[in-house]
């Protein structure tokens, strides 16, 4: 009996996860068909290039699409759904899932709009796959959507297998993924994810299998989980500033309990991003729809809490400076949401710095990587090509974003430029006895002033 074909595979939207899942499946040996409706964003993915900057991807792109010296040729992009659907056995939606405005709930449109646009031209057995983060409920929805379109009927059949990636991290979580869950209702969609996984799966990541709104709930759960234990230890900073205690020792200690770990305990100006925010929004509002509105009411709390710990950092800053904001001259190091990349989303180091320049004060700049993004969102703060260039002339440092460059700047050299010395850490990542070594005039949050 003749082999049978290895599985070809279509990964929709080519944004942050589509563009890593495509250029993974193509490294875990498969042919890849990406799908974009911007023209411009295939032009860049063709030569080899991403819109965002994500560690080791642009290489893992180089290194299979189709026209690149030594590439496999595995991977290759179109704006074409009828080319999509004739190519294609699996198809991965890894479209964006955007908060609404003026709302909590989620936007579902462009996920509704993958589905209509693909379903059309799927005409034989097809399995399509749903990764976006979507409200629990979906995934039913759209499975009815997709057979109704489909000239396949119900060989058109969906399944979910949500994404767990962590920015900076994105190409090691794909490939070497810690689990894998797929939501199926048929033998057929598991077996065909059981393939399109098998590399990770033989290495050991576990696979777990579920039904639809299982699937769909794994991914808002565990954002809903994260987001609780960041902003549990802020809760303690404010406790600490109080108390006069140290929220840093405080982690370290609880860290230690195996029942509550070391990870995601480091108390700081909060989370932003794409995902954590929008995603515990997203799932407090669908819990209001589903008659469950108090299960989370907690995490109206945890929200509180995170923005919190923006205006606390402003009036932190405010003091530092003598009372008003009004002409001083504040340095900032960092405006991404978090280091490793340039996502600056939500993120609490711009939010900071634009709340002290809508307040009075001249407001500079540096990120490693992100300060082209920054600019398209705050025009009007200063951006400095360099962290000294940032510093110099402040009367204030804050360091909002825990790049590794950050923590190994000299206070010494630093100090030389600066008009004061005196850093507020809102990260909880410099070594305050170095600092204060300098003659630094040092201040974390959650941590003693002395």
């Known amino acids: 009996m003749a082999n049978k074909a290895p599985l070809r595979i279509t990964v929709i939207g080519t944004g942050y996860l589509g563009a890593t899942h495509a250029a993974a499946m193509a490294e875990l040996g498969f042919e890849v068909l990406g799908l974009d409706i911007s023209p411009e964003k295939i032009a ?11 560690p080791g991807l642009d290489e893992l792109l180089r290194r299979h699409v189709a026209g690149h010296p030594d590439s496999s040729g595995r991977l290759r992009f179109t704006t074409s759904y009828e080319e999509v659907g004739e190519f294609g056995d699996v198809h991965f939606i890894c479209v964006n899932t955007p908060q609404k405005h003026g709302e909590y709930a989620c936007d579902m449109s462009y996920v509704d709009s993958a589905i209509d646009a693909l379903a059309v031209h799927l005409k034989r057995r097809a399995l399509v796959v749903g990764k976006s983060t979507v409200p629990v409920g979906s995934a039913q929805r759209l499975a009815v959507r997709l057979a109704e379109l489909a000239p396949a009927g119900q060989e058109a059949e969906l399944a979910w297998n949500p994404e767990f990636l962590r920015e900076g991290f994105a190409v090691k979580d794909t490939l070497h993924p810690d689990r894998v869950v797929v939501g199926v209702r048929s033998e057929s969609a598991e077996k065909t994810l059981r393939e399109v996984y098998a590399t990770p799966l ?49 982690a370290e200690a609880i860290g230690h309990d195996d029942r509550i770990g070391k990870k995601f305990l480091r108390s700081g100006i909060g989370f932003g991003g794409g995902c954590l925010p929008k995603d515990i929004r997203a799932f407090m509002a669908r819990a209001g729809e589903l008659g469950a509105s108090e299960a989370l009411t907690f995490l109206r709390e945890v929200d509180s809490i995170n923005m919190r710990r923006r205006a606390h950092m402003v009036e932190l800053t405010r003091e530092a400076v003598g009372g008003t904001l009004l002409g001083t001259r504040i340095g900032v190091l960092g405006a991404t949401f978090k280091p490793d990349s340039d996502d600056v989303r939500d993120s609490p180091a711009l939010n ?36 000294h260039e940032a510093a110099r002339g402040a009367d204030v440092l804050l360091h909002l974003t825990e790049w590794r460059e950050f923590q190994e700047l000299d206070p010494a050299a630093l100090g030389e430029v600066v008009a004061v010395r005196r850093v507020l850490d809102g990260r909880n990542t410099l070594d305050p006895a170095m600092w204060r070594k300098e003659n630094w005039h040092f201040r974390a949050l959650g941590r003693p002033t002395a």
């Open 44 to 54: 860049l993915l063709e030569r080899g290039e991403t819109p965002m900057y994500e």
């Open 202 to 250: 033989a290495e050991g990541s576990p696979f777990i299998v579920t039904d639809f709104p299982t699937a769909e709930l794994v991914k808002t759960s565990a954002n809903s989980f994260l987001a609780t234990k960041i902003s549990f230890i802020n809760a303690m900073a404010e406790v600490c500033e109080a108390a006069d205690g140290d929220v840093v020792k405080l």
């Open 352 to 387: 900071v710095a634009g709340q002290l320049h809508l307040q009075g004060a001249q407001v500079t700049v540096y990120d490693p990587k992100g300060m082209d993004n920054a600019r398209a969102i705050f025009p009007t703060l200063r951006y400095a090509p360099s962290a």
